[in-house]
């Protein structure tokens, strides 16, 4: 049996492995908000950014456009209230094109471009922008129930 030396004691593999693993879990969290206020649904009320600058606001006919980031990894995209797309969602905290400090970067499992993510408005106001410049933002709107 292979025995790993732990400050004179001895542990067996099997207990270490336990140990990391138990370590490991414990700082995954608890399900808890890694961005404050982004688990919830919100709405698409417009796109800015790109080459040109350019804005676009939804218009009247236009679908509703919604997503629900929840505290699992999975973002929801209805379009009128129909289910268009289940994506699933990591986060992480990285230096991004708009300055020195750390900030969140949403990055979804089909895509390399990560997004930076910007709460505003005590939370109601949600902003996605692609890290790179003249990359696109895409703002939402909390919905309230």
Not at 7 to 32: E, H, Q, T
Not at 70 to 91: H, I, K, M, N, S
Not at 93 to 118: H, K, M, N, Q, W
Request: proline share 7%; glycine share 12%.
């Amino acid at each position: 049996m292979v025995e790993v030396k732990t400050r004179g004691a001895l542990w067996p593999p099997a207990l270490a492995v336990l140990s990391v693993f138990i370590l490991s879990l414990s700082a995954c969290g608890d399900g808890a908000d890694p961005v404050p206020g982004l688990f919830g649904t919100w709405e698409w009320v417009g796109t800015s950014g790109g080459i040109a600058g350019d804005s676009r606001s939804p218009r009247p006919e236009d679908p509703r456009i919604t997503v629900r980031f929840d505290p699992g990894g999975t973002a929801v995209f209805r379009r009128d209230g129909e289910v268009a797309r289940e994506q699933r969602y990591r986060l992480s905290s990285e230096v991004t094109i708009f300055g020195p400090e750390a900030l969140p970067v949403l990055y979804f499992d089909d895509e390399d471009l990560g997004r930076v993510v910007r709460m505003e408005d005590s939370g109601t106001t949600l902003t996605l922008s692609d890290n790179v410049y003249d990359g696109f933002s895409l703002h939402y709107r909390r919905v309230t129930q």
